[in-house]
């Protein structure tokens, strides 16, 4: 079972992530590439929810193929592409992260490969065995 860190000598987290998360030694680590909202026969749909969306159900396909789940993702670093983005992004994003919340980073980048991109998700997870 992984920890999360939560020092009360510092500030709270500005949303629903922890500050840090601790895995325990006998854990298999799974690091996913940086997925994009883009599916398998290359629609990029409109939006940045419909976006995160899909970079979770590829995320999640990921972890299956490893024996995890999204339940198992014990950071995430998040990539939007305008401040307002972030709102729609933290709110499609707490849909799909469990209790306690994974330890998380969110910045604002000025593009990707493709100008429709707005949102990029990679995941690390971990899971005893």
Request: glycine share 8%.
């Amino acid at each position: 079972m992984t920890k999360p860190l939560q020092p009360e000598t510092i500030r709270a987290p500005f949303a629903r992530y922890s500050h840090g998360v601790e895995i325990p030694a006998g854990h298999r680590i799974v690091f996913t590439s940086g997925q994009l909202g883009i599916t398998e026969d290359d629609v990029i749909p409109k939006g940045v929810e419909a976006q995160t969306r899909l970079c979770f159900k590829n995320i999640k396909a990921i972890l299956e193929s490893a024996g995890m789940d999204l339940g198992d993702i014990v950071r995430i670093n998040a990539f939007v592409t305008d401040r307002m983005h972030m709102g729609g992004y933290m709110k499609t994003r707490d849909e799909f992260t469990k209790s306690p919340p994974p330890a998380s980073t969110l910045m604002i980048v000025s593009g990707f490969t493709r100008e429709e991109f707005v949102v990029e998700i990679e995941v690390i997870a971990a899971k005893a065995g």
